[in-house]
């Protein structure tokens, strides 16, 4: 069982930044993938950004293609936490963003909603222009 909680939300101008963070409970963290996620009103939850362990200290991150340039996925396994800094922020980028875990690793699979195994609670993301 994995817990997770996303933190570093809150209300940004067009173009600046913010860094969301997703801490986890379990021994386990270093070897599950990491998603980030998220829902604008009245559309389907959407891939962000996903971090995969290869081997040793080895991992793979792949992005949305709205948002490849900007955001920067990264992790930090001793603290078991999971980041998201997200730059040149667009109105569009609002949202409910999403922490979730899995232990799967196909790139076709982190990439959906449906291959995740547990998720956090959210943290609202607004970017006024």
């Known amino acids: 069982q994995v817990q997770l909680v996303e933190s570093g939300g809150g209300l940004v101008q067009a173009g600046g930044s913010l860094r969301l963070s997703c801490a986890a409970s379990g021994r386990t963290f270093r070897a599950y993938s990491m998603g980030w996620f998220r829902q604008a009103p009245g559309k389907e939850r959407e891939f962000v950004a996903a971090?995969?362990?290869?081997?040793?200290?080895?991992?793979?991150?792949y992005y949305a293609d709205s948002v490849k340039g900007r955001f920067t996925i990264s992790r930090d396994n001793a603290k078991n936490t999971v980041y998201l800094q997200m730059t040149s922020l667009k109105p569009e980028d609002t949202a409910v963003y999403y922490c979730?875990?899995?232990?799967?690793?196909?790139?076709?699979?982190?990439?959906?909603?449906?291959?995740?195994?547990?998720w956090g609670q959210g943290t609202q993301v607004t970017v006024s222009s």
């Open positions: 979730a875990a899995t232990t799967k690793t196909s790139a076709t699979t982190i990439t959906r909603a449906g291959g995740y195994d547990y």
């Open positions: 971090i995969v362990w290869s081997s040793g200290n080895i991992y793979y991150t």
